[in-house]
Each structure stands twice: as C-alpha cells, then as structure tokens.
C-alpha cells in the first residue's frame, strides 16, 4: 500500500481494508494510512478532514463518495483498472463515473444483489477457447467465488518471499509427477509392467533408480534450479526415497503396477450442454484383462476411504468423476475402467481405489454448468452450509480471497445462505443429496 500510494501521487486509488484479518480478529486501519488519505481531500471541508477512517466496508464506500460526490471517482471499480490496466473489456472499465455517482447516493436505501457477475460466465484459456480444467472445477464444487477469483479475475495475492530452502507442495508435486514419467514413458511401447520396471530400477540397491535421478537432477527441472545446490541434493535423496517407496510397495502386490499404456495424458472433452471444454491431464493409465486402471498421483498423505469417497461424491475429489470420462472419449471407448489414489506422500505410499459406478456425470455436472452459464459465483463458506442444515461439510480452505469474501462479517453467512438459497438451489440439493446418504447409511 506504500508503495502504491508513494509511487501514485496523481491516481485516485480506491481501497478496502478488511474487518477481520486471516485468523478472524478484527482490525481496522492503522493511523498513518489515515493520515496519509486525508493529505489527499486537502480542498474538503474540515469536518471530512476530522473523520476517522471508517472500519467497515459500507461506510469506507460513504466516506470515499463523499471524498469526490460529482463523480464518485474514488469508488469501486477504480481499483481494478488501476491494478490490472492491460485487461481491455472489463465491463468496470466501461463504467461511467455519473452511473457510480447515483450509486453512491443510492447506498442508503436497501440494496439486493441477484448474484449475477457480468461476463464472467464461461471461463476462457490464454488461447481463448473456453474451458476449465479438472482442479478448477474441484475448486467450483467448494467456492464458487474461489473458482472465479482464481479462473475469471485470476487475482495473485502477494506474498512474502521466503527463504528458499524447500519447495512448496506443489512445485514437489510437480516433481514427483515428472520423475514417474521419465522413468515409466520408455516402456510404453515395450510391452514392461509397472512391475518389472520396479524390479529392474531397485536392483542392486536401487542402483538404477538412484542413476536415473542423477540424470534427472543434471536438467535441473525449475522447481529445482532455484535451491541452493546443498537443498537441491536433500530435494533429490527425497525423490529417490519416495519413488523406491512406491516400487516396493508395488514389488509386495500392495499397490498395483500392470502394462502402462499411457503417461501424463492430456485431453478436452465437451462439457455435457455447454460450449465448454473440460481439459485433464490424466497421471497414468495400465491395462489388464483388458481392464483399464486409471491412476492419479497425490504428493500429500492419504485420507480414509470412507472420507475419500464423500469427497468424489461432493466434487471435491473430482478426479475420480472425470478421468474415466475424459478416458471413455479415446478410440473404442467406453471403456471399462477403475480409478485409484496413489498418495505418495505416505509412509508408505497408500492405493486407494474409489467406486465411481453409482455417479451418473451428467446429472453430477448439471448444477455446476448451472453456476457457469449464469455466472452465479457465490461464496460457500461452512457456515452458509450450517444455515442449509448440512454439517460436516467443510468447503472453505481459508484461501487468500478470505479478505474479499468477507467469510467473517457480522450477518455474512445469513446473506450468502439467502443468495444460495435463490440461486443455487440445485449446488444445495446436490451436497444435501451426499450429507444425507451418508446420515442414512450411518
């Protein structure tokens, strides 16, 4: 905010400083940023000079009308040109100033929104085809609203560099994936199991293992390149433990290794009633008796079936849902298939297998083409689902958008429970559908 306010002096910025931080508490803003805006209406009145800031968000949009009444120049959706200027078409860019001056003088009466977010119904690619991925489509069944900060706005929060001693997760993810590719993608055309792979790299102590990460290191993947050279070694002795986990976890029929006759396999599928493409990038795929086993890699520990399965049915785990589809569109397809979890980041690495039979795709994907087409991209918090009588559920991962949702303001769940209640009813029936099966089955 300095920064911006320093380098900026001719610019109108508009912004908001949230009621509760990330764990809750309450703040407000702190005494020389208050200072600093007054420095600003120097031309106003000395009652406006004498007001503090205010803490909540209505009243900072009275008080920031109130800085320019004529053109309510220092209101929303200022900010957003002023942060992403290149992003040409936004519909606040073509906002006029008069239209958010009567805004401005409407704030007193009671105001609904539909929950609509114009132009922002179906997402588009960097190549402008429009599609969603597999993982965003997990973030829509949790947070509507993530799904469109992340997808839509594509907002990046700031953060603070630290140290680079270790990878995040995912960027160890990302290197686990490509590590199981090289080692498995050269035997595709072979007609070589899983299996024997395993045996051949973990014999004579894993010394072909151990040559193959060297191999892999020298390449330096980026998640690698920007370690010291010490942390790079710790990054490479982890891989290797893992993978050699993993092997012998398949060498003792825990885990499951057949003739693998795909890797890292990328696909778009249509989107059943919608001009949208669903993208996928499927880990791996063996065949067996003519039986196809899709796999999909987790770098984290595992979590119990029983959990897993709740979470296919929510859409949290979606992968379970979608690969088989994404799979059954190849030549020859439909294809009979079972989908497993490898959750590589146990010890040892765990198999889970999830039984997606009982979901019928369509009908799973209709509400959430629902939210696309309309452009109805709510915030789902646990509390709004406490409100629909659904317990257990727990959608909202205190994501860096905390601040924007408002998860956490007086009478905030009560809103969103309204909202979803008119516009989302089918996304609610559906996650009631699970919480209620589960109750029954219990």
Known sequence: LLFCL???????????????DSTGRSVAPTPWVQR???????????????RRIPRGP????????????????????????????????????????????????????????????????LPTSHDGTQRVGVTDLENLCRCPYRFYANCHAQWHAL???????????????????????????????QQVSVEDT???????????????????ARDLPGTLAVLPELFQKVAVGKLVTTV??????????????????AVELKRRVPFPGLDLLISGKIDRI?????????????????????????????????????????????????????????????????????????VEVNRFLKPLGEILQEGLYLPLSRETLELHQVQEVNPCQFCDYISLCRRFDPGAPGRYFKFSQERLSSRIDAIQSVTRKEGAEA
């Open 6 to 20: 320093t380098n900026t002096s001719s610019q109108n910025i508009h912004w908001v400083v949230p009621e509760t």
């Open 36 to 50: 600093y805006l007054r420095v600003w209406s120097e031309d106003f009145s000395s009652e406006m000079k004498r």
């Open 58 to 121: 209505i009243q900072q949009g009275e008080f920031l009308f109130g800085l320019d009444p004529d053109t309510g120049s220092f209101l929303p959706p200022d900010l957003l040109a002023f942060a992403q200027p290149d992003r040409a078409g936004l519909p606040s860019a073509r906002l006029p100033y008069d239209y958010l001056a009567k805004a401005g003088e409407s704030r007193k009466t009671d105001l609904t929104w539909n929950g609509h977010i114009p132009n922002a119904e």
């Open 159 to 189: 953060q603070p560099l630290g140290s680079a001693d270790q990878m995040s997760g995912l960027d160890w993810g990302s290197l686990v994936h490509e590590f199981l590719e090289l080692l498995i993608r050269p035997t595709l055309d």
């Open 198 to 216: 395993a045996r051949t790299l973990l014999d004579s102590d894993a010394r072909g293992l151990k040559e193959a990460a060297q191999d892999f």
């Open 244 to 261: 050699t986990d993993y092997f012998q976890q398949i060498l003792a029929k825990i885990c499951q290794g057949s003739f693998p006759i």
């Open 286 to 358: 063996d065949e067996k008796d003519g039986v196809y086993y899709i796999y999909d890699y987790k770098s984290s520990g595992s979590s119990s079936p029983t959990q897993l399965q709740k979470d296919m049915l929510l859409g949290y785990r979606i992968q379970p849902i979608l690969y088989p589809l994404i799979f059954d569109q190849e030549p020859g397809g439909p294809h009979p298939s079972a989908f497993s979890f490898i959750f590589l980041g146990a010890s040892p690495p765990v198999e889970t297998t999830l039984d997606h039979s009982s």
